[in-house]
């Protein structure tokens, strides 16, 4: 939907800027630390409303590799839409209740406990959850935390 089917006058060359912008964003300093931990004992996998050209773009920032990215352009709707679960379930080769999702995104987190899936939620922000039914597994303040909880120093198989 352009700006201007929902009453914006957004000039073209202010949408491009913002686009570009995209390309410079940064996790937070304990992100990949913490995704290395997690690797070891975990797959990781980004599940993304972000269409496959801007996550090929931001992934030089990362340091850590994922074991997989699926857009949810892939599964024809955003999230929480069930689609976009499901077709991440599809491409991993596993049922829902067998992923645990993260996210700092409530109606992400929401989605995903809809269809089954564990959910952590990252409240950096300490934002509230609100009243929904689906409630997070477990909530961090950040992704060591997320690394402290899911996979504690000195647990991983050698």
């Known amino acids: 939907m352009g700006s201007e089917q929902i009453g914006l006058d957004v000039p073209d060359e202010a949408v491009r800027a913002v686009i570009r912008q995209w390309k410079t964003l940064e ?54 839409h069930r689609a976009s679960y499901d077709l991440t379930c599809e491409a991993l080769d596993v049922a829902p209740h067998e992923v645990a999702f993260v996210t700092a995104h409530t109606f992400d ?23 929904w039914t689906h409630r997070p597994d477990i909530t961090v303040p950040d992704t060591e935390a997320l690394a402290d909880a899911l996979a504690p120093r000195g647990t991983a198989t050698e």
């Not at 996550?55 to 990362?62: G, I, K, M, Q, Y």
């Not at 995903?112 to 990252?122: D, N, P, S």
């Open 109 to 131: 987190l929401v989605g995903a406990k809809a269809v089954g899936m564990r959910g952590a939620f990252l409240n950096r922000h300490e934002n509230p959850y609100g009243g």
């Open 27 to 80: 996790p937070y300093s304990d992100v990949d630390a913490a995704l290395d931990r997690l690797s070891e004992e975990y797959e990781l996998v980004g599940l993304s409303n972000g269409d496959p050209d801007m996550l090929e773009a931001v992934r030089p920032n990362f340091e850590t590799e994922l074991d997989g990215v699926v857009s949810v352009a892939e599964a024809g709707a955003y999230k929480p």
